[in-house]
T-cell receptor, first 113, second 113 residues
């Protein structure tokens, strides 16, 4: 296992289209997190899962955003009806149950044109 | 909610000199303080962390200090090397299992040869 894997690395989409990103965590990690990072800023928390249960969602996660983690393994983040303000780097991280010591993936950079 | 402020936003030091990055947090209930290094095109990487029952922690050339009374914590890098050039983020969590981490806005560190 080489770490947290995110696909695609880059995504360009037209405003109004739907996009879906995938995250494969480190296999023995029960927790999975999604963060969003805009240029020149630190990552902002979006949501996290303990196994397949989504335990917390940020107010940043509008109705257009949905995340899933079926079977407690990989996770997907979908953005419906994309807007230019959605342009950002979307980061996924995983950690053991205790939570300490996130491992981040390299992110998916979304550009909405 | 928790707010983490970080300064300076940019820092340039001569190779071999020390670098110090400072952060403050707002929520006195925060008890876990990780530091991340982010290189271009990559996700943040955990470099060191400290919990609230400890005032200082060292790992080779990196040290962190925590002042709970003042709600300050700092990262110290000694004998800086070119590979230390990156963006550094401080972060804080008040969750006992660090499920949600709030990041500072980052410091871009440049090491001059």
């Amino acid at each position: 296992d080489t770490g947290v894997s995110q696909n695609p690395r880059h995504k360009i989409t037209k405003r109004g289209q739907n996009v879906t990103f995938r995250c494969d965590p480190i296999s023995e990690h029960n927790r999975l997190y999604w963060y969003r990072q805009t240029l020149g800023q630190g990552p902002e928390f979006l949501t996290y899962f303990q196994n397949e249960a989504q335990l917390e969602k940020s107010r940043l996660l509008s109705d257009r955003f949905s995340a899933e983690r079926p079977k407690g393994s990989f996770s997907t983040l979908e953005i419906q009806r994309t807007e230019q303000g959605d342009s950002a780097m979307y980061l996924c991280a995983s950690s053991p149950t205790g939570g300490y010591g996130y491992t981040f993936g390299s992110g998916t950079r979304l550009t909405v044109v | 909610g928790e707010n983490v402020e970080q300064h300076p936003s940019t820092l340039s030091v001569q190779e071999g000199d020390s670098a110090v990055i400072k952060c403050t947090y707002s929520d006195s209930a925060s008890n876990y303080f990780p530091w991340y290094k982010q290189e271009l095109g990559k996700g943040p990487q955990l470099i060191i962390d400290i919990r609230s029952n400890v005032g200082e922690k060292k790992d080779q050339r990196i040290a962190v200090t925590l002042n709970k009374t003042a709600k300050h914590f700092s990262l110290h890098i000694t004998e800086t090397q070119p590979e230390d050039s990156a963006v550094y983020f401080c972060a804080a969590s008040k969750d006992s299992s660090a499920s949600k981490i709030i990041f500072g806005s980052g410091t871009r560190l440049s090491i001059r040869p």
